[in-house]
């Protein structure tokens, strides 16, 4: 009997000990599930928005009379962005670029000018708007396409060198400026259709880059009966971090 009552005990203690083991092990268990959940959360968090920086020279079309205005001239943009998701095949990725031009005012129209012909220098910020459609070959080839539509916002003040009291075709050089000032949010000059192509290679993790191909073509000049007159065209690198 006292060794069935041992017995008795022996396998009770044991139950608890196995028992107590589970219960203090919970915890661990979920504590550690909730860790990886919320890794899972921020990897996913930090992963659905990736930034853009490009550098992408731009040739800006200019089919005025050249004895008059520049030749087409060529800026040099600096872009920042962002891709919203990152991971769809169908992202947002608004960008922002910013350049400056000089003009000259003529017939009713502002011209990109040459240096020693300007009299305004305009400071142009280029709002871009498209849906980019995505690609992936492999796991490190990215192509991408887009469109949408960009505003080009610019103001111009008289250039240095330049007295407001030179003659302009208007009667004066500050009179020109104003009117170039118009000019860019009249008739839709500021408005532009975009489409961007773009191949990516993944150096690693989310860091990724490669050639961008874009072309604004301008909503105000084809309305208006000017053709592409205004049309941009650029050629650069993308950065995606």
Not at 59 to 88: C, Q
Request: glycine share 8%; charged share 20%.
């Amino acid at each position: 009997m006292k060794k069935l009552v041992c017995l008795a005990f022996a396998v009770l203690f044991c139950v608890s000990a196995f028992y107590a083991q589970e219960g203090t092990s919970e915890p661990v268990d979920s504590e550690t599930s909730v860790v990886y959940a919320e890794d899972v959360i921020e990897e996913k968090t930090s992963h659905s928005l990736d930034w853009i920086l490009s550098f992408a020279p731009a040739f800006l079309l200019n089919t005025g009379d050249v004895k008059k205005t520049a030749p087409s001239p060529v800026v040099y943009p600096f872009s920042l962005g962002v891709v919203f998701p990152a991971e769809t095949f169908v992202s947002f990725q608004p960008r922002l670029s910013i350049f400056t031009n000089y003009f000259l005012w003529y017939d009713g129209d502002a011209y990109p000018a040459e240096i020693e012909n300007r009299t305004a220098t305009a400071f142009c910020f280029l709002l871009d708007f498209p849906a980019v459609f995505r690609y992936e070959p492999s796991a490190r080839h990215l192509l991408e396409g887009g469109a949408g539509v960009s505003f080009l916002c610019r103001f111009a003040k008289i250039s240095n060198g330049v007295s407001g009291s030179d003659e302009g075709y208007s009667g004066s050089a500050s009179g020109d400026v104003d009117e170039i000032n118009k000019w860019f949010w009249k008739d839709a000059n500021f408005l532009f259709f975009m489409l961007s192509a773009s191949y990516l290679f993944t150096f690693s993790g989310k860091i990724k880059a490669g050639p961008e191909f874009r072309c604004y073509f301008p909503c105000g000049s084809l309305f208006n009966g000017n053709g592409m007159n205004n049309a941009m065209f650029a050629a650069g690198v993308k950065l995606r971090f």
